[in-house]
Protein backbone atom coordinates (compact mmCIF):
# COMPACT_ATOMS: atom_id res chain seq x y z
CA UNK A 1 0.00 0.00 0.00
CA UNK A 2 1.48 3.26 -1.17
CA UNK A 3 0.32 6.49 -0.18
CA UNK A 4 0.09 9.02 -3.77
CA UNK A 5 1.50 11.84 -1.02
CA UNK A 6 5.12 9.26 -0.27
CA UNK A 7 5.01 8.48 -4.31
CA UNK A 8 8.24 10.18 -5.99
CA UNK A 9 7.88 12.89 -8.25
CA UNK A 10 10.38 14.19 -10.40
CA UNK A 11 9.24 17.67 -12.02
CA UNK A 12 11.41 19.00 -14.66
CA UNK A 13 10.44 21.70 -17.45
CA UNK A 14 7.39 20.51 -19.39
CA UNK A 15 7.01 17.14 -17.33
CA UNK A 16 6.30 15.46 -14.23
CA UNK A 17 7.57 11.48 -13.67
CA UNK A 18 5.35 9.36 -11.42
CA UNK A 19 7.98 6.89 -10.20
CA UNK A 20 5.54 4.24 -8.80
CA UNK A 21 8.16 1.19 -8.74
CA UNK A 22 11.81 0.74 -10.57
CA UNK A 23 14.51 3.67 -10.19
CA UNK A 24 14.60 6.46 -12.55
CA UNK A 25 18.11 7.58 -13.00
CA UNK A 26 18.71 9.20 -9.27
CA UNK A 27 15.38 8.94 -7.98
CA UNK A 28 14.36 6.01 -5.84
CA UNK A 29 10.90 4.20 -5.58
CA UNK A 30 9.82 3.22 -2.60
CA UNK A 31 10.23 0.17 -0.83
CA UNK A 32 8.26 -2.72 -2.69
CA UNK A 33 6.98 -6.05 -0.27
CA UNK A 34 9.51 -7.62 0.26
CA UNK A 35 8.17 -11.16 -1.46
CA UNK A 36 6.97 -9.37 -4.47
CA UNK A 37 8.26 -9.41 -8.23
CA UNK A 38 9.68 -5.71 -7.79
CA UNK A 39 11.79 -6.32 -4.58
CA UNK A 40 14.89 -8.59 -6.54
CA UNK A 41 16.42 -5.66 -8.29
CA UNK A 42 17.32 -8.41 -11.20
CA UNK A 43 14.23 -8.05 -12.27
CA UNK A 44 14.54 -4.36 -13.44
CA UNK A 45 10.70 -4.09 -12.95
CA UNK A 46 9.74 -0.37 -13.28
CA UNK A 47 6.53 1.46 -13.29
CA UNK A 48 6.43 4.89 -14.37
CA UNK A 49 3.51 7.16 -15.14
CA UNK A 50 4.11 10.46 -17.31
CA UNK A 51 2.69 13.56 -17.88
CA UNK A 52 3.86 15.74 -20.27
CA UNK A 53 2.86 19.71 -21.34
CA UNK A 54 2.92 20.52 -25.22
CA UNK A 55 6.43 21.24 -25.62
CA UNK A 56 8.00 18.78 -22.69
CA UNK A 57 9.90 15.99 -23.42
CA UNK A 58 11.24 12.99 -21.13
CA UNK A 59 14.06 10.58 -21.82
CA UNK A 60 13.58 6.94 -20.40
CA UNK A 61 17.12 5.50 -18.73
CA UNK A 62 18.62 2.62 -20.26
CA UNK A 63 18.21 -1.57 -18.98
CA UNK A 64 19.57 -4.65 -19.76
CA UNK A 65 19.07 -6.50 -23.05
CA UNK A 66 17.07 -9.25 -21.31
CA UNK A 67 14.36 -6.64 -20.05
CA UNK A 68 11.20 -5.30 -21.82
CA UNK A 69 9.46 -1.67 -21.98
CA UNK A 70 6.08 -0.75 -22.97
CA UNK A 71 4.37 2.62 -23.27
CA UNK A 72 0.63 3.02 -23.11
CA UNK A 73 -0.81 6.88 -24.32
CA UNK A 74 -3.45 7.28 -22.30
CA UNK A 75 -4.16 11.05 -23.26
CA UNK A 76 -3.03 12.78 -25.92
CA UNK A 77 -0.47 11.81 -28.95
CA UNK A 78 3.10 11.23 -28.26
CA UNK A 79 6.56 11.17 -30.27
CA UNK A 80 8.68 7.88 -29.42
CA UNK A 81 12.30 8.75 -31.02
CA UNK A 82 10.47 10.49 -33.78
CA UNK A 83 7.43 8.06 -34.67
CA UNK A 84 3.88 9.66 -33.47
CA UNK A 85 1.56 7.53 -31.75
CA UNK A 86 -2.09 8.06 -30.76
CA UNK A 87 -3.75 7.72 -27.13
CA UNK A 88 -5.14 4.41 -26.50
CA UNK A 89 -2.16 2.92 -27.98
CA UNK A 90 0.54 0.32 -26.74
CA UNK A 91 4.02 0.96 -27.65
CA UNK A 92 7.06 -1.45 -27.56
CA UNK A 93 10.28 0.13 -26.12
CA UNK A 94 13.72 -0.64 -26.71
CA UNK A 95 14.55 -0.77 -23.34
CA UNK A 96 18.78 -0.81 -23.97
CA UNK A 97 18.78 2.55 -25.22
CA UNK A 98 17.51 5.97 -24.01
CA UNK A 99 13.73 6.20 -25.51
CA UNK A 100 12.96 9.62 -26.26
CA UNK A 101 9.43 10.76 -25.28
CA UNK A 102 7.97 14.40 -26.71
CA UNK A 103 4.67 16.17 -26.95
CA UNK A 104 4.50 18.15 -29.65
CA UNK A 105 0.54 18.28 -29.80
CA UNK A 106 -1.50 21.13 -28.09
CA UNK A 107 -2.71 18.84 -25.37
CA UNK A 108 -1.52 17.28 -22.33
CA UNK A 109 -0.16 13.68 -23.27
CA UNK A 110 0.00 11.13 -20.14
CA UNK A 111 1.60 7.24 -20.70
CA UNK A 112 1.79 4.69 -18.24
CA UNK A 113 5.62 2.66 -18.39
CA UNK A 114 5.90 -0.77 -17.44
CA UNK A 115 8.96 -2.81 -17.75
CA UNK A 116 10.37 -6.25 -16.59
CA UNK A 117 12.43 -8.72 -17.28
CA UNK A 118 9.92 -12.03 -18.47
CA UNK A 119 8.86 -14.13 -15.55
CA UNK A 120 9.79 -17.24 -17.51
CA UNK A 121 6.43 -19.01 -17.12
CA UNK A 122 3.27 -19.25 -19.00
CA UNK A 123 0.87 -16.68 -19.11
CA UNK A 124 -3.17 -16.74 -19.68
CA UNK A 125 -5.11 -13.34 -19.91
CA UNK A 126 -8.94 -12.77 -19.82
CA UNK A 127 -10.24 -9.47 -18.93
CA UNK A 128 -9.01 -8.58 -15.68
CA UNK A 129 -8.02 -11.99 -14.53
CA UNK A 130 -3.97 -13.77 -15.74
CA UNK A 131 -3.15 -17.12 -14.77
CA UNK A 132 -0.48 -19.57 -16.10
CA UNK A 133 -2.92 -22.31 -17.40
CA UNK A 134 -6.31 -22.43 -19.48
CA UNK A 135 -7.68 -24.67 -16.61
CA UNK A 136 -6.79 -21.98 -14.08
CA UNK A 137 -8.44 -19.56 -15.96
CA UNK A 138 -11.36 -21.29 -16.61
CA UNK A 139 -11.89 -22.28 -12.80
CA UNK A 140 -10.93 -19.01 -12.02
CA UNK A 141 -14.09 -17.24 -14.40
CA UNK A 142 -16.41 -19.98 -12.83
CA UNK A 143 -15.44 -19.17 -9.23
CA UNK A 144 -16.03 -15.39 -9.63
CA UNK A 145 -19.28 -15.57 -12.07
CA UNK A 146 -20.47 -18.18 -9.14
CA UNK A 147 -19.45 -16.22 -5.82
CA UNK A 148 -17.56 -13.05 -6.53
CA UNK A 149 -14.43 -14.19 -4.68
CA UNK A 150 -15.88 -13.70 -1.26
CA UNK A 151 -18.84 -12.03 -1.70
CA UNK A 152 -18.68 -8.32 -0.95
CA UNK A 153 -20.13 -8.15 2.85
CA UNK A 154 -21.80 -4.86 2.29
CA UNK A 155 -25.03 -3.44 1.43
CA UNK A 156 -23.81 -1.11 -1.43
CA UNK A 157 -21.18 -1.45 -4.36
CA UNK A 158 -20.29 1.93 -3.08
CA UNK A 159 -19.42 0.92 0.62
CA UNK A 160 -17.54 3.83 2.62
CA UNK A 161 -16.48 3.69 6.61
CA UNK A 162 -18.75 7.22 7.16
CA UNK A 163 -16.47 10.49 7.82
CA UNK A 164 -13.05 8.32 9.16
CA UNK A 165 -11.61 9.39 5.93
CA UNK A 166 -9.15 7.39 4.05
CA UNK A 167 -7.31 4.99 5.99
CA UNK A 168 -5.61 0.65 5.80
CA UNK A 169 -6.59 -1.44 8.02
CA UNK A 170 -3.77 -4.12 7.94
CA UNK A 171 -4.04 -8.32 8.56
CA UNK A 172 -2.46 -7.33 12.03
CA UNK A 173 -4.50 -4.40 13.29
CA UNK A 174 -2.49 -1.92 12.19
CA UNK A 175 -4.67 1.20 10.78
CA UNK A 176 -2.35 3.77 8.57
CA UNK A 177 -3.85 7.03 7.41
CA UNK A 178 -2.11 9.48 4.66
CA UNK A 179 0.35 11.97 5.64
CA UNK A 180 -0.92 15.13 6.54
CA UNK A 181 0.29 17.56 3.94
CA UNK A 182 1.63 20.66 5.51
Do not use: C
Not at 98 to 103: D, F, G, L, R
Not at 144 to 161: I, N, V
Not at 168 to 180: A, N, S
Amino acid sequence: MFWAENIPVIEQEGAKVTVIAGAFGDVKPLAPPSASWAANPENELAIWLLDIDKGGTVTLPVASDQSLRRGYIFEGIATFDGDVQPAKHLVDLDATRPSVITNDSEEKVRILILQSRPIEAPVVMRGPFVLNTNEQMIETVVRYQSEGFGRWPWPTLAHTHGDEGRFIRYPDGRRETPPTKI
